[in-house]
């Protein structure tokens, strides 16, 4: 099903005001487009909300679809700030027009990609998808930072995500790299692992950079 | 990749002495190989980055005589800190007819990175396969012979530290001939293409290849853009412009690109010639570290070393024992009347018998002071210092404090000059160059001039107190207390971005007591070399005072100063002291505390002050030599006002409270 913007916005702002608000239902006056919109029409043909007494209801199918489009929207907002960097209002406005385009399994991928993440930037619950239950379900870390490791864990380096040149290249003349074997040896104070035979004692700052694959 | 050969064998027919640079990451034994080979020692150390200095040596092998250069660490010719800097300096301009590189055995293949790229840049390399002996210790097994055939260029194994394999290195360097032609280690063809580009438009001679230097052109290396921009001239212009496209085009991932191609030519070189047991060999000193490292074991272990070490060794022993048998026995008993009896007797002007035997004077003053006082203490320091120094626990502290170190915009790596401080703070604030940003320089200068007391302060001032508890706890509480704002303070007001850390751990291991003993002995000889002449100088100024009236007038203009913090007037003298050294001051007060003149509240304010007040001549002139003028006389201005201002609000808090009365 492929709807318009203006009909995945409507769904959004009702999901959010019934879902996350408690409310049973919305006022189309806070949508800022009156009750006769096309958007309207098109969602009460697919049977996904109704209309009752100038009212904006759920219809039982439409509750998942509005979890859908607000799952991908968070995750547009994710793309933009993580992978992007992209912050403040001008993320929210192309995450906006970025989300329409996550759909037909552009979202499982972008997903899979951010490591299915659960919250979006504004720290509110991003609801999980197919992928997300299957990842869980698997026990498949996927690429996390050295931080989320466990003491004594044994793992492979992804990559090294910084903007840093000087630091990256650092970490490639301590052996940090793509494909070597790393095993984290100590977490706390500081951060020591392993590369072949030699140790490294690193901060936090630095481990967050380095990625690695279970 | 002819280059080095040509020029070489005309540089070899011209002096007889030939020279060999010794280069290598930092903790691989370059220094221990430098000294065996040279006979003379200079400081080996467990910790990254501690030779900062380049070490220059003679050796006469076979009747050759060559002049043998230690080069400070170095991860990759591609430099990025100021130590690798230095190190490819002597490569570029000091033209070694031969390059030892040195490498750990046990990380064979990450090291083996570097080798390939002094090869690709045409320097005329032998390898030294090192540390061997722990490696075996390990299960590894290196063939060195086949590692020799597949790379091309003479390899000997070795275990520096052992004096296993010499002799083998001392015939590598004799027999030394540049090969006629070089192993070619080629990359992917996307690569080559990119080299040949720029090689190509490459006009001048160097002494690098043009390959090698086309690669560090293409990493964008400041320093070697400047060198054959300046050789090339006109010609420069197009390959810059070269340099910038292809660095556009790979943009994403050069250096990543890069690395892992070497990368994998190094997999492809140590198969078959590494190999290394299916289970891990655990050794004792590994399970040492893991417990150095714990907090909840690792800070019981610092504990016990500080009060064995620092308290027990330097304090007890050495600032105790030692001195009382040095100073009260030795020199008040039994040299003292009898230099003061000769030399009236030589002497027959009461002015000048005044100079070497008076109450200052260069004699029974200067050096009781600096043989009888001083030199127990810091040598019973620097020996302490430089055995842990060698067993490798700093690192491990270092991580330990990093989290605490970093609330004063420091790094776990500072901890190294801050313990070094508690010895001498003239040393401390030298080593501080070990660290990496100007700001964290600047901090830890700070901190050794104001709060870090050295040990002969240090051991004066805890024998002073330690008739008073109480009055040590309240100096310790205030110089932690201290220590803490000001570092906070100077990592909130300092601009500057945090610093990383990062640090290598070497191995733990038992010192050898051959190198703790040279190493102490070339501290102490620095130190002496240091303060000797300052405490003879100070002896000579004083007594010039003395004669002239003008320390009277000087004690008379500070006892104001003395007043209002409520010290005696005498304290004056302690206070000139400490200028001309910490130490000097301390045991100036310890005079005073022996006459008798001050209660337990004056010699806890006292030291606090003299603890704080600005660093000694010989720390103050170091600080100019490390940070600027500028710099320098701010922290000394700084330091004077708050050692003063300390003094004055310890005083009255003293007195309101009643406390130590």
Partial sequence: MKLSEKAEEILEALWIAVEEGGAAFLDPEKMGFPTDDAAYRELTDHALIEIRQGMIYFRPEGLDEGKMTIRRHRLAERLMMDVLNIRGDDAEFKACQFEHLLNEGADVKVCTMLNHPTTCPHGKPIPPGECCHKARADGDLGVVPLTEFKSGQEGEIAYIQTEDNKKMQKLMAMGVLPGNKIILVQAYPSYIFRVGYSEFAIDTNLAKEIFVRK | ?661
Avoid at chain 2, 17 to 38: E, I, M, Q, W
Avoid at chain 2, 69 to 77: A, C, K, L, N, Q
Avoid at chain 2, 241 to 246: H, N, T, V
Avoid at chain 2, 249 to 263: A, K, P
């Fill in chain 2, 1 to 661: 990749m002819a280059s080095c050969c040509s020029k070489k064998t005309e540089i070899i027919n011209h002096g007889n002495a030939r020279k060999v640079a010794l280069v290598g990451n930092p903790n691989v034994g370059k220094s221990v190989l430098f000294n065996a080979l040279t006979g003379a020692y200079v400081t080996v150390s467990n910790y990254p980055g501690t030779s900062v200095e380049v070490s220059r040596g003679n050796a006469t092998i076979d009747g050759q005589q060559w002049e043998v250069i230690d080069t400070p660490g170095m991860y990759s010719i591609h430099t990025i800190t100021e130590e690798e800097r230095v190190a490819r300096e002597i490569l570029l301009h000091e033209t070694p007819d031969v390059v030892i590189h040195v490498l750990d055995a046990r990380n064979l293949e990450r090291m083996l990175a570097m080798t390939i790229q002094l090869i690709e840049a045409g320097l005329p390399v032998i390898l030294v396969v090192n540390i061997l002996d722990e490696a075996e210790r390990m299960g590894l097994a290196i063939d060195i012979d086949l590692l020799q055939q597949k790379l091309g260029i003479p390899v000997v194994g070795a275990a520096t530290a052992r004096k296993r394999g010499i002799d083998d290195i001392r015939s590598a360097m004799n027999a030394y001939r540049c090969p006629c032609e070089q192993q070619r280690f080629e990359y992917s063809r996307l690569l080559e293409r990119d080299i040949k580009e720029v090689a190509c438009l490459m006009q001048g001679e160097y002494i690098l290849s043009r390959r090698a230097l086309a690669l560090l052109l293409l990493q964008q290396d400041e320093e070697i853009a400047e060198l054959v921009r300046h050789r090339e001239g006109d010609g420069y212009a197009p390959l810059s412009e070269k340099i910038r496209e292809i660095a556009f085009d790979r943009r994403e991932s050069f250096h990543l690109d890069l690395s892992l191609e070497r990368n994998d030519m190094v997999r492809q070189l140590v198969n078959g010639v590494f190999t290394a047991p299916l289970k891990r060999v655990v050794t004792a000193a590994e399970r040492l570290s893991r417990l150095a490292v714990q907090p909840l074991t690792g800070i019981p272990m610092l504990l016990i070393v500080l009060y064995f070490g620092l308290y027990q060794f330097v304090g007890v022993f050495g600032a105790g024992t030692v001195v009382d048998f040095l100073e009260k026995k030795l020199f008040v008993e039994i040299f003292n009347p009898w230099i003061i009896g000769v030399v009236q007797s030589v002497i027959p002007w009461e002015i000048i018998q005044e100079l070497f035997v008076g109450e200052y004077g260069i004699i029974t003053l200067g050096i009781r002071y600096a043989v009888g006082i001083i030199l127990p203490i810091v040598a019973t320091f620097f020996v302490f210092f430089s055995f842990l120094e060698d067993t490798g626990y700093f690192p491990r502290l270092a991580l330990l404090v990093d989290r605490i170190f970093k609330h004063f915009g420091l790094t776990g790596r500072a901890v190294i000059p801050m313990v070094l401080g508690f010895g001498c703070d003239t040393m401390a604030t030298m080593v501080t160059r070990t660290l990496e940003t100007t700001r964290e320089r600047v901090i830890a200068t700070i901190l050794l001039s104001l709060t870090i007391p050295c040990s002969a302060q240090l051991g004066v001032i805890m024998s002073l107190l330690s008739k008073f508890p109480g009055a040590l706890a309240v100096w310790g509480g205030c110089l932690l207390l201290l220590f803490i704002v000001v570092g906070m303070l100077s990592a909130k007001i300092l601009p500057g971005e945090a610093p990383m850390f990062y640090m290598e751990l070497p191995p733990m291991r038992l010192p050898q007591l051959g190198n703790v003993v040279t190493k102490t002995y070339t501290r102490m000889q620095w130190y002496f070399m240091e303060i000797l002449p300052l405490f003879v100088l100070a002896s000579v100024l004083l007594w010039l005072g003395k004669i002239t009236g003008f320390f009277e007038k000087m004690i008379t203009a500070m006892t104001p100063v003395m007043a209002s913090i409520g010290l005696p007037k005498e304290t004056a003298v302690a206070f000139i002291f400490g200028f001309f050294r910490r130490d000097y001051g301390a045991a100036g007060l310890y005079e005073l505390q022996t006459k008798g003149l001050m209660d337990a509240r004056q010699l806890t304010v006292a030291a606090v002050t003299l603890t704080l007040f600005i660093p000694c001549i010989a720390q103050f002139l170091i600080m100019k030599k490390e940070r600027g003028w500028k710099v320098a006389s701010s922290i000394g201005l700084f330091v004077s006002l708050l050692a003063f201002g300390s003094g004055y609000v310890l005083n009255k808090a003293l007195l309101i409270t009643g406390l130590l009365s």
